[in-house]
């Protein structure tokens, strides 16, 4: 690794004005580069966590055109903004966004704070987000750190700690903000990442025509395949859902998902959730025949897989056809009845909306 203290002022200076020579010359046009309204930059950042730009841009306008301003967040109920969130995945990202509206309108009269230090005390505002607001809205200096910054800083300056460590995020960030120019903030910034999603992008880098090349530790080091280095993310947990679709025809059983979990405050059908995958529909009949002992199995859909960050979901859903009289009678105490209409407006997990999107149910009923 090459010894950070021994960088010049003279190389900071070029690597500096070498991104924001490239980002001139290069940056996609993005609407949320077009402002510096905090509202509009902190959304933005919130939605791209996690996500692309090329997924994210649809549901930056939808929340921009529904809510136009903070105070419209502020005053939607969490449902709204998990529906108009679906699909977008880590909805804890959803929830502190709205909770964070309320926060900013009611407590602090719809106004962003302005430094680094007073954003980073909002709900749901870490260091990252709050470094983009404060530089983006407020030409704070102060360097943002994402992926992309974390690719570039080790490949240009052969840093060789892992980023997702705790020496590692102190170093990257501490080189991070040393190299913030008086001058563009962010602009810099933008820079910085762009040119990491756009040109020294994980595979297939564009070292040959890189103004950098000639400092580029991992270049000269073949290491650029190499860095950054990052901690090996343990084995992800396998979780098997199984949901059955129980109705009267009209109205079917679902319940809002409370528990400290994926996808909570989301909707979902009847659950059983088993420890393996299971093919023998029999199974389930110990839990299914003292609600429905006359329920006929109508159909079993594919298996599907839906893979978090954390976790593998292999999840089957099964249609049953049901007594209409015992749908009510035995519905369990944290269910209830919807339409089809109202399950068309409930947030849901992407899968169970997917799902829907391509089922028809029996009785001549529409897709939900």
Not at 196 to 202: D, M
Not at 330 to 357: A, C, D, G, M
Request: with cysteine; charged share 25%.
């Amino acid at each position: 690794m090459n010894s950070l203290d021994q960088i010049t002022p003279q190389q900071k200076t070029y690597f500096a004005q070498y991104l924001l020579d490239w980002y001139d010359k290069n940056k996609r046009k993005l609407p949320w580069r077009d402002t510096k309204d905090p509202y509009k930059i902190w959304l933005s950042e919130i939605i791209l966590q996690q996500t692309r730009v090329d997924q994210g841009m649809p549901y930056y306008r939808a929340f921009i055109e529904t809510f136009p301003r903070i105070q419209d967040l502020a005053h939607a109920n969490e449902e709204q903004v998990l529906r108009l969130w679906q699909g977008l995945g880590y909805y804890t990202r959803a929830r502190n966004l709205h909770r964070c509206a309320k926060y900013i309108y009611d407590e602090l009269g719809g106004n962003f704070p302005k430094t680094y230090a007073e954003l980073i005390k909002l709900p749901g505002i870490g260091p990252y987000t709050a470094a983009a607001i404060a530089s983006f809205a407020f030409d704070e200096a102060t360097a943002v750190v994402d992926g992309n910054v974390f690719r570039v800083l080790a490949r240009v300056w052969g840093i060789q700690l892992e980023i997702n460590s705790t020496s590692g995020k102190k170093t990257f960030t501490n080189l991070a903000n040393e190299l913030v120019p008086a001058n563009r903030v962010g602009d810099y910034n933008q820079a910085i990442m762009e040119f990491g999603a756009l040109h020294c992008q994980p595979k297939g880098a564009k070292c040959g025509e890189c103004g950098l090349a000639s400092q580029c530790h991992a270049l000269q080091h073949k290491l650029v395949d190499k860095l950054p280095l990052k901690k090996k993310k343990p084995q992800a947990r396998q979780r098997y859902l199984n949901y059955f679709i129980i109705g009267d025809g009209e109205r079917f059983w679902l319940r809002q998902r409370q528990d400290k979990d994926i996808w909570k405050n989301l909707f979902e059908f009847y659950l059983i959730e088993s420890e393996e995958l299971v093919e023998n529909f029999e199974i389930f009949l110990p839990k299914l025949k003292p609600l429905f002992p006359d329920f006929v199995l109508e159909s079993k859909s594919r298996l599907y897989k839906h893979v978090l960050s954390h976790q593998h979901l292999h999840v089957r859903f099964y249609h049953l056809n049901t007594p209409n009289a015992c749908v009510e009678n035995v519905l369990p105490s944290n269910y209830s009845l919807y339409t089809i209409e109202e399950i068309r407006q409930l947030p849901k997990p992407i899968l169970i909306h997917k799902y829907l999107e391509h089922c028809v149910f029996s009785l001549n009923l529409t897709k939900i």
